[in-house]
């Protein structure tokens, strides 16, 4: 399982450790770390304000604002809190497929990501799922975590079907505290897509679709009369493939990308795309940052 | 609408399900697979939907075989396209109303199916086109001018009727083709069984034939009657009687034959299949009766199981009798009711001159004759002088020791006889004379028949009258036969008996006769002579026609007896027609079977190029 594990080398360990993850949400942490938090509390940053209630700590009453507006104000005041990162890998037999294949490709992309938030003192946990969660590597943080990490990576098998459904719902049930959570998967049979969203919406995530496809997802280099299998499924269906037949399916990915996208911005959720072809170097150190996935 | 002639080689349709399996044999496709097939499907499903009926073709190659093997199947179940229609402006519609046009299918005859279909023809006419009716059997018979109105064209269908007659379809065409002749855009229609040989049909332009018939047909006929009389033996007949079995079978058939109801025989026939076997039937008559022959079968075709004939009635044979007195023979010729006689006295016989012309025979009872003319004589006991047969002057007891071979005597207890008193004949024969010997004694003939050119004469060399003769019933039948026998008055057979559609012609004693023809069927039609001869055209029936003339009355036979017309089965169509083969309900058919069988193999024939070319359809 060892070799396995993503290498990586020393300048592009420290290009990982220049760059920083960028939420949009303020999220709730357990320990101060380096990301703002949405609970207010006693930091020295005012976060906002809101009217007295009873109750309140009177030190905490704005007195300027209650001279000039003659209304009790009590400060609200935003705590510095560490992000938890949550990394749901699929880790179904689909994707086994492509070149190279794309549960290789995500392995070393999640070990990239994990890397940066261990590199910034986050908290990292890695999770996959097929047909629900199936493993969950418990929260690691700091740099010294990144052999465990790998090595719990490095483990990973791509077999049996996928339920992104299950897996999420799994997700939300483990996972108290929320966090910024990256789903690396083909998204190639999501099912009810909208309700995985709204689920890790509904636990107050930050979440990111990170669709991960093969060249052979995209456009097959396929012809002739064929008998396809599906990889998870094993269903079977034959088709005479011609040119206009390929010219319809890349249509149907293309349709199915878009519509994945926007139920996730309608979501309020991230998503981005990338194949396998793209190097990943250029994926994390480019792509993910013109994206605002990290900064 | 399509019907099949024979559903039951639908059964090749089994060949679908060994396509579909020996199609499952060839070589597999390629795996692929993928990481998910639900964008595939969707796909798919897209492209269906873009293309509509090509998604069918997405196995063209197997959908070509399963294609080609229906077409095949189809094609040996012999379709039809049932339609109907005429699309000529002159039409010349022919319906067929021979005999065989009676034969039965199911409830209805091919003549019902034919009138069907004449309808729906006339019914399908468009404005303005012209139809012509014509019948056909014997003769044909326009039945309308050409027409455009189907109300005169219906009322003109309604009017004919099927006949017994043997068809001659020739004249009706010959006639079709020229009623049409010089037109352009005609048609000719034939509706018939096509129960005749091909080469009954001539060459006719645009002839389209509906066949209402079938080839599967039972039936036997009567295929000739023909009455004679015996020659050797006076009121004696003899029937001749065909018979033909149309069947695929041997058949013993009942035969009987009546004579004015009365049965004069009844007997079996064994015919072998497709053959014909006959038999001679004697029987005794005084004529005037009227015989037929039925054969008791059930089959498809009842008209042809009968057939008629008229025996009429000889003429009352005129006789004159010279005689001193004569009891006993003057009994019999009171009780024979043919008869009419006139007794001349010995005195008469003296005074006058014999004059044969006034009676058919002349009897010279005892009474010496110097010179016969010619003429037809009974002489007993007696000879003349210009006679090549003389008396034996020695008389003597004698008895009959035997009778000759002669139809006079043919039968008659006459053995035995004692003649107390009688000469002998002897006679000198030469080669212009018949003489044949009737009665033998043992001295020689005592009585013979001498027939001289157109002169007849009998002669008894003794008195009947002082044997024991007369008191047997041998007298009265030996006198009547000789009478007969001397008259030469034979009942008419020939001139009363003619085939169905045949015209009889009579003669009638004054010039303008009025004659009432009694037809079989029971209707009357009254023609009139014309300087004493009349022409009865209406014989379309077959049965005994009565003619009353006058005060008298006669009558005669109308017969089918024709062994074509008998074959019911229809008959292979010549090439020179357009066939369309007609169902009972009137449409026409058109035969599919070659349209389809060629369609089968092109798409055989397509299958195999698309294979050959590497060419799989999505």
């Not at chain 1, 465990?148 to 490095?154: A, D, I, P, R």
């Not at chain 2, 050797?232 to 033909?244: G, N």
Request: glycine share 6%; proline share 4%.
């Amino acid at each position: 399982m060892t070799t396995l594990a993503p290498q990586f080398d020393a300048e592009f360990l420290r290009k990982l450790e220049r760059l920083e993850w960028l939420t949009r949400r303020r999220l709730r942490g357990q320990t101060r770390g380096e990301q703002r938090s949405r609970a207010q509390g006693r930091s020295i940053e005012l976060f906002d304000y809101r009217a007295y209630q009873h109750g309140d700590d009177l030190r905490y009453i704005d007195w300027n604002l209650y001279s000039r507006l003659d209304q009790l104000f009590v400060k609200l005041f935003a705590a510095e809190e560490d992000l938890t990162l949550y990394l749901l890998i699929d880790a179904s037999a689909s994707m086994a497929l492509g070149q190279p294949s794309k549960v290789d490709y995500t392995r070393r992309l999640a070990a990239a990501l994990a890397y940066i938030g261990l590199a910034h003192f986050e908290r990292v946990g890695v999770s996959t799922f097929r047909a629900g969660l199936i493993q969950t590597s418990p929260l690691m943080r700091g740099r010294a975590n990144i052999m465990h990490l790998l090595q719990f990576l490095g483990s990973l098998s791509a077999t049996g079907k996928t339920s992104l459904e299950m897996a999420i719902s799994d997700f939300a049930a483990s996972s108290r505290k929320p966090g910024m959570v990256i789903v690396l998967s083909d998204f190639l049979d999501v099912g009810d897509i909208k309700h995985c969203l709204s689920s890790l919406r509904s636990q107050r995530h930050d979440a990111v679709m990170l669709q991960i496809l093969a060249e052979d997802d995209i456009a097959p280099p396929l012809a002739g009369d064929l008998q396809l299998v599906d990889s998870e499924h094993q269903s079977s269906i034959r088709v005479s493939l011609d040119e206009a037949l390929r010219n319809t399916y890349e249509q149907a990915v293309l349709s199915h990308v878009d519509a994945l996208a926007r139920h996730c911005l309608s979501a309020g959720i991230g998503y981005a795309r990338t194949s396998t072809s793209v190097p990943f170097e250029d994926l994390v150190l480019k792509h993910m940052r013109t994206g605002q996935l990290l900064k | 609408m399509i019907e099949l002639v024979t559903p039951l080689a639908l059964v090749a349709l089994l060949a679908i399900p060994i396509i579909l399996f020996l199609y499952s044999l060839r070589p597999r496709r390629q795996r692929v697979v993928q990481s998910s097939n639900q964008l595939w499907r969707e796909a798919l499903a897209q492209r269906r939907r873009g293309l509509g009926l090509r998604q069918i073709l997405s196995n063209l190659s197997l959908l070509l075989l399963l294609l080609s093997a229906g077409a095949l199947a189809l094609s040996l179940s012999a379709p039809q396209w049932l339609t109907q229609g005429v699309d000529a402006s002159d039409t010349v519609v022919i319906i067929d109303v021979s005999a065989s046009m009676q034969t039965k299918h199911g409830d209805s005859t091919r003549f019902d199916a034919a009138l069907r279909q004449a309808r729906l023809l006339i019914d399908a006419k468009p404005s303005g086109a012209r139809m012509l009716l014509i019948e056909s059997a014997r003769q044909a018979r326009a039945k309308t001018a050409f027409e455009d109105n189907k109300d005169v064209l219906i009322k003109a269908l309604e009017t004919i009727r099927v006949t017994d007659e043997a068809g001659v379809p020739a004249l009706a065409l010959a006639l079709g083709a020229t009623l049409l002749a010089g037109a352009d855009d005609t048609q000719i229609h034939f509706l018939t069984d096509a129960a005749f040989a091909s080469t009954q049909l001539p060459f006719v332009p645009n002839l389209k034939l509906h066949v209402h018939g079938n080839s599967d047909t039972r039936n036997v006929a009567v295929t000739r009657f023909a009455v004679r009389a015996d020659p050797a033996s006076p009121e004696t007949y003899q029937a001749l009687i065909r018979v033909h079995n149309y069947t695929r079978e041997p058949l013993k058939l009942p035969l009987q034959l009546t004579g004015s109801g009365a049965s004069l025989w009844r007997g079996q026939l064994q015919v072998e299949a497709h053959s014909s076997e006959a038999v001679v039937v004697p029987f005794h008559s005084l004529g005037g009766i009227e015989l037929q022959v039925n054969i008791d079968y059930a089959d498809d075709l009842q008209l042809d199981n009968s057939a008629y004939a008229v025996l009429s009635a000889p003429p009352p044979i005129h006789v004159g009798m010279y005689s001193a007195g004569n009891f006993y023979l003057e009994s019999v010729l009171d009780a024979l009711p043919q008869l009419g006689h006139t007794r001349l006295t010995a005195d008469e016989f003296r005074k006058s001159r014999l004059a044969s012309s006034d009676f058919d025979v002349i009897i010279l009872d005892r009474l010496a004759a110097l010179e016969l003319p010619p003429g037809r004589f009974l002489l007993i006991d007696t000879v003349a002088t210009n006679l090549p047969v003389e008396l034996n002057s020695e008389r003597s007891a004698r008895t009959v020791s035997a009778l000759g071979e002669s139809a006079l005597v043919s039968g008659l207890q006459l053995t035995g006889l004692a003649i107390p008193d009688t000469a002998t004949l002897h006679h000198n024969r030469n080669q212009d004379e018949l003489v044949q010997n009737l009665i033998w004694t043992s001295a020689g003939p005592v009585a013979v028949s001498l027939i001289n050119g157109e002169s007849r004469v009998l002669l008894i060399a003794f008195d009947p009258a002082q044997t024991d003769w007369p008191k047997r019933a041998a007298f009265p039948l030996f006198i009547e036969r000789a009478l007969t026998w001397l008259s030469g008055h034979d009942p008419e057979i020939d001139d009363t008996t003619l085939e169905a559609g045949l015209s009889y012609r009579v003669t009638t004693p004054t010039q303008n006769s009025r004659i009432a023809v009694h037809r079989p069927d029971g209707s009357n039609v009254e023609i009139r002579a014309v300087d004493g001869k009349a022409v009865v055209q209406t014989t379309d029936k077959t049965g005994i026609y009565g003619l009353s003339i006058d005060n008298g009355f006669r009558s005669f036979a109308v017969n089918l007896v024709d062994a074509v017309e008998s074959n019911i089965a229809s008959q292979p169509v010549v090439a020179n027609t357009s066939e369309h083969q007609a169902k009972s309900d009137g449409t026409i058919a058109q035969l599919l079977w070659p349209i389809l069988a060629a369609l089968g193999l092109a798409l055989l024939l397509l299958e195999w190029t698309m294979r050959a070319v590497g060419r799989g359809g999505a």
